[in-house]
């Protein structure tokens, strides 16, 4: 069974400093997306990663995918307050029968402070 | 364009009583799902269907019903709540067989049971 294991969990950030989240999952995997969630909110899609070596930027964000390690990392450069959400990576995985399902690792909560 | 909507938004249920919640999605999409998302545990996938009639068990299934009798809507039942099954539940489709699908989620709904 597919396991998706994020770290770390909370990060708290001062404004203009840079920092990585990670994302470990234990079977393989074609593809593996970034979500931030706000305070009651919904999921917002960041980034889809499908091959190795993929490598996304949006503004301060940057995603990249290595399936060899069945990692992936999210970068985060120069913190402003407005990237304060819950960040969550997310795995396919293929069923023969019951086709694919996403798998979420448990967030991480980041907090950037001014 | 509504995407995927959720119905309700709030609910707050005694134990033992039941109920269901509606998804809806108007993309044609073949795949739906039902997560609930819980403090520090990410989205845990509790149903998913995969076409019109067909259902398959996730993560955490029990103590919860699905059914996907229109392409449209999943259904999901709770026939005797319990405490444990407060939380914010999330519906997602998605059309799994084209090469570059995604997953849209809707707004959520929150759940109290007393």
């Known amino acids: 069974e597919l396991k998706v294991e994020q770290n770390p969990l909370f990060l708290s950030m001062q404004e203009g400093k840079n920092y990585t989240i990670y994302c470990n999952y234990s079977?393989?995997?074609?593809?593996l997306y970034w979500y931030r969630q706000d305070p009651g909110k919904s999921l917002e899609s960041l980034f889809v990663?499908?091959?190795?070596?993929a490598v996304k930027q949006e503004g301060r964000l940057m995603a990249s995918l290595d399936t060899k390690a069945r990692l992936s990392t999210l970068h985060i450069t120069a913190a402003v307050h407005d990237l304060s959400a819950t960040y969550f990576c997310?795995?396919?995985?293929?069923?023969?029968?019951?086709?694919?399902?996403?798998?979420f690792g448990a967030g991480t909560i980041l907090r950037v402070k001014s | 364009n509504a995407g995927v909507t959720q119905t309700p938004k709030f609910r707050v249920l005694k134990t033992g009583q039941s109920m269901t919640l509606l998804c809806a999605q108007d993309?044609?999409?073949?795949?739906m799902y039902w997560y609930r998302q819980d403090p520090g545990m990410g989205l845990r996938l509790i149903h998913y269907?995969?076409?019109?009639?067909?259902?398959a068990k996730g993560e955490v299934p029990d103590g919860y019903n699905v059914s996907r009798l229109k392409k449209q809507n999943f259904l999901l039942g709770l026939e005797s709540a319990a405490p444990s099954q407060t939380s914010v539940y999330f519906c997602?489709?998605?059309?799994?067989?084209?090469?570059?699908?995604?997953?849209?989620f809707g707004s959520g709904t929150r759940l109290t049971v007393v």
């Open positions: 993309m044609n999409h073949e795949y």
């Open positions: 997310a795995v396919v995985v293929t069923h023969m029968e019951y086709g694919n399902k996403l798998v």
């Open positions: 269907s995969v076409g019109e009639g067909t259902t």
């Open positions: 997602a489709s998605s059309n799994g067989r084209s090469n570059n699908y995604g997953y849209t």
């Open positions: 079977t393989t995997s074609d593809r």
């Open positions: 990663l499908l091959s190795n070596g």
